[in-house]
Nanobody
Framework: QVQLVESGGGLVQAGGSLRLSCAAS????????MGWYRQAPGKQRELVAA???????NYADSVKGRFTISRDNAKNTGYLQMNSLKPEDTAVYYC????????????????WGQGTQVTVSS
């Protein structure tokens, strides 16, 4: 069994910063891509940023230059540093990871965290 646990969300004023963490635990053989998605009320879930196992990153245009995704492979943990936050960044942020488990390392499976609320006040 694999779990992703997010932390670091909260309420912040516009222009402020938050750092989200996503810790993966369980029977993990390897983690491929890790990503952060967000879903605002009434909107579809969208990709915010992703990082491959070798550190290649991509970002949504709306967060480029403000958000930074990173990961610590030794700790099976991903991070999203969010700076210059705007009210439109308000959403539930979800961690996603493509993981090969020890019981079936030939199969890569999507896992999701429970989500963490980020609220940016104007």
């Amino acid at each position: 069994q694999v779990q992703l646990v997010e932390s670091g969300g909260g309420l912040v004023q516009a222009g402020g910063s938050l750092r989200l963490s996503c810790a993966a635990s369980g029977s993990i053989f390897s983690i491929n891509t890790m990503g952060w998605y967000r879903q605002a009320p009434g909107k579809q879930r969208e990709l915010v940023a992703a990082i491959t196992s070798v550190g290649r990153t991509n970002y949504a245009d709306s967060v480029k230059g403000r958000f930074t995704i990173s990961r610590d492979n030794a700790k099976n943990t991903g991070y999203l540093q969010m700076n210059s936050l705007k009210p439109e960044d308000t959403a539930v942020y979800y961690c996603n990871a493509v993981i090969r488990t020890r019981s079936d390392y030939e199969l890569a499976t999507d896992f999701w965290g429970q989500g963490t609320q980020v609220t940016v006040s104007s």
